[in-house]
Structures are given as structure tokens and as C-alpha cells.
């Protein structure tokens, strides 16, 4: 079994700045793609960013130059630095993986952080 676990959440202050870890445990597993996604209750769940095990990455438009994703494949970690925040970034943030075990592909969630965004 793998998880996933997140840190770095918290309040900040609109145009301030976060970073986001998330690293992966357990044992004989490759991670394929990493992905931060996030949630405001009552919305839809929104993929922030995407990064890939060649460090191929995408972003949300709503992100794009304010937020880098970036990861350690020898650490099974990724990250998501924040910057320029805003009020809309407020969500709670979740770790997303692809992950090989024994074979099987699945996809696993860490357990959210809260970002908070405001004065």
C-alpha cells in the first residue's frame, strides 16, 4: 500500500507566497504522474497541476505564472510553490499520484491541506 501525505497549508495573506509538499511512502511502487488538484465546497474539484515522471508539466490557466509544480523522484516527493496568492486560491489542496504496485496501476489521493487565502 502506498499514501500520500501533504503539509505546508495555511493562511496567507493575498499576494503572498506557499509551498506545498507532498511525499509518497511504502515499499516497490513507481509513481508515474503527480498532480495537485483542489476543492472549494460546492465547486467542482479543479486539477492545479500536473507533472509527469520526465517533468513534463501543465497548469491550470487560472495558475499559470504564479504556480510551479516540481518533484524528486528519488524522494517519491512532489511540490507546488505558490506565489502572487489570491483570495480565489482558497481551497483545500490535494496530492494526486500514479502509482505502479506489483503490476497494478492506481491512483491515490493524499488527504487534503487547507490554503487560505486572506486579509
Known amino acids: 500500500q502506498v499514501q500520500l501525505v501533504e503539509s505546508g497549508g495555511g493562511l496567507v495573506q493575498p499576494g503572498g507566497s506557499l509551498r506545498l509538499s507532498c511525499a509518497a511512502s511504502?515499499?516497490?511502487?513507481?509513481?508515474?504522474?503527480m498532480s495537485w488538484y483542489r476543492h472549494v465546497l460546492g465547486k467542482q474539484r479543479e486539477l492545479v497541476a500536473h507533472i509527469t515522471n520526465t517533468g513534463n508539466t501543465n497548469y491550470a490557466d487560472s495558475v499559470k505564472g504564479r504556480f510551479t509544480i516540481s518533484r524528486d523522484n528519488g524522494k517519491n516527493t512532489a511540490s507546488l510553490q505558490m506565489k502572487s496568492l489570491k483570495p480565489e486560491d482558497t481551497a483545500v489542496y490535494y496530492c494526486n499520484a500514479d502509482i505502479l504496485i506489483r503490476g497494478v496501476w492506481g491512483e491515490y489521493w493524499g488527504q487534503g491541506t487547507q490554503v487560505t487565502v486572506s486579509s
Open positions: 511504502g515499499s516497490s511502487f513507481n509513481i508515474y504522474a
